[in-house]
Structures are given as C-alpha cells and as structure tokens.
C-alpha cells in the first residue's frame, strides 16, 4: 500500500513538473495580436507568415492568412537551408500561426526558427481560428 501511494506521489510529480517546464518553455517565445498583424499587414511591413497547421487542417481549409506560406512543423528545420530560409535575414520578422487550442504548432516552429538564430519570431496569439473572427484578409489555400 505504501508503495502504491509513493508511486502515485512521484507520478503526479512528474506530472507536474512537466506541465510548468512547458508553460516555462511557451513563455520565452513572444506573441502578437491579431490587430497587431493586421496593422502590419496594412502598413506593408515585411513580414514573413508562416502557416503550419496540420496537413489535413491546411488540406480542409479553402483559404490562409494572405502572404503566408504553409510549412508542417516537423519539416520546418529541414527546410532552412532552402529558399525562402535561406536568404532571409535572421532580424526579419517571423509570425507563426496554427489551428491549436494552446497554438502548440506555431509555438514548436517560433522555437525552431530561434534555435536557428532567427531573432524576431513571434506567435500569432489565438491562430487561425482568432483571424477567421477578427475578419483578417484571407488568400486561396496553394494547391499542393
């Protein structure tokens, strides 16, 4: 019996432990509204928008975030030795977006994008689904 409610404790834990180095890994990246992007977009500021949502999210989907370009998360550090990556200046500003609850897909990607030295990445706060509700502008999905 004492061993069962050890282990118990030592799961929960873990458990827990977990849980805040996750939440302390999301918060080293930065964010930015809707609005913001939106005013970014207005104004014509060079801005590179990433769409990584899920293959069957982006294939489901008639329309993306305009001027961005989609990318599955687990290719993305692959494809930085190729255009549009490669020539990139690392101080261009990055937005990524995804369909997730906690925007988990766009938190991995501004992570790789910072490990390989890109300074200004940022997540779109509330992703796809807070562009649909704030009527962001909107291009056709790239047919793949």
């Not at 290719?75 to 261009?92: C, G, I, N, Q, V």
């Not at 991995?108 to 502008?137: C, D, H, M, Y």
Request: glycine share 4%.
């Amino acid at each position: 019996m004492k061993r069962s409610v050890a282990l118990i404790f030592v799961a929960l834990f873990l458990s827990v432990t977990a849980v805040r180095a996750q939440q302390s890994v999301a918060a080293a990246v930065d964010t930015i509204t809707v609005e913001e992007l939106k005013a970014k977009l207005a104004k014509n500021e060079p801005v590179l928008i990433l769409d990584v949502r899920s293959a069957e999210g982006f294939a489901n989907s008639t329309t993306t975030v305009k001027g961005s370009m989609h990318f599955k998360v687990r290719h993305l550090k692959s494809r930085l030795p190729y255009p549009p990556f490669k020539d990139l200046p690392r101080d261009r500003e990055i937005v990524t977006y995804c369909a997730c609850p906690k925007d988990e897909s766009s938190i991995a990607a501004a992570q790789i994008l910072q490990a390989s030295g890109f300074k200004r990445v940022r997540v779109l706060q509330g992703g796809w689904t807070e562009w649909l509700k704030a009527n962001g502008p909107v291009q056709p999905r790239a047919r793949t």
